[in-house]
């Protein structure tokens, strides 16, 4: 399949993206509000997602429901199964494929208690190397001190890692938004790919979500990967259609408030 074919499928027009990721249930311990991912797939297409981000299970499942929305297959990349995974995407005909790396994470902060953060260094750059092969598209998510040790995680550290996960082959870079515009430009420049902010815990404000999005499209984002602040919403469809808005219209985050109930 061509690489454009794809990208068409996981960009808007103007080059950037509403990713929805519901990735989530392979590594939270708790139920979430994607039991019936196929009604919250057909939620956030029809309100104006570009893409959804999912792993194996919940991608074998979908296929009636994304229309011409794109689908990245979100998987754990280790040295014995980088080619089943590739044949995994190419089997289920999903149109990019999303892996984590850890720089500057110990072994024993790793969910699986596995790889150090090295390790998940040279995994990335062999799956990227895959990737290449198959021409197809790679995000990888960036994740400095690994997901426990937000503490540690200065955002000299995030736009590191981003130029980190840059070299190692990716095409586009999922990583925080950093909290204010002068700080993730640095992250932007920094990297060598596209950037797409990830959305990270449940916010309570409204305003605080939008408002975070605009500023990071205004400073070079090139979109979002946001999951509970979406699907976890009361009103998933005007979440989705007021990112949608600021994403592709370019709207204030003031006005993109009008699409919410």
């Not at 057909?42 to 296929?63: F, R």
């Not at 001190?145 to 990716?170: D, M, Y």
């Amino acid at each position: 399949m061509n690489n454009n074919l794809r990208l068409n499928r996981l960009f808007g027009k103007n080059g950037r993206a509403l990713v929805v990721a519901m990735d989530h249930t392979r590594v939270f311990d708790t139920v979430t509000e994607l039991q019936d991912i196929e009604k919250v797939v057909s939620i956030v297409v029809d309100a104006g997602a570009d893409s959804i981000l999912t792993s194996y299970g919940s991608t074998k499942t979908l296929s009636e429901n994304l229309k011409n929305c794109g689908i990245w297959l979100s998987v754990d990349s280790q040295p014995n199964n980088i080619e089943s995974i590739i044949e995994s995407s190419l089997r289920l005909g999903v149109d990019g494929i999303k892996a984590e790396v850890y720089p500057w994470c110990l072994k024993e902060d790793d969910f699986h208690g596995k790889f150090s953060g090295n390790e998940s260094i040279a995994n990335t750059a062999c799956l990227a190397n895959e990737c290449k092969k198959w021409d197809i598209p790679f995000m990888v998510e960036s994740i400095p001190f690994g997901w426990p040790k937000a503490e540690n995680r200065t955002n000299e550290h995030v736009a590191a890692g981003a130029r980190i996960a840059s070299e190692l082959g990716a095409d586009y870079v999922k990583t925080f938004y950093t909290g204010d515009k002068e700080s993730f430009r640095i992250v932007v420049e920094n990297s060598l790919v596209p950037v797409l902010i990830l959305g990270g815990p449940k916010i309570d404000s409204d305003l605080e979500i939008l408002k975070m999005v605009r500023d990071a499209i205004d400073v070079g984002a090139s979109g979002i990967t946001m999951g509970r602040n979406i699907w976890g919403h009361n009103d998933i469809a005007g979440m989705t259609a007021a990112l949608s808005s600021i994403i592709h219209d370019d709207s204030s985050f003031e006005t993109a408030q009008k699409y919410l109930k």
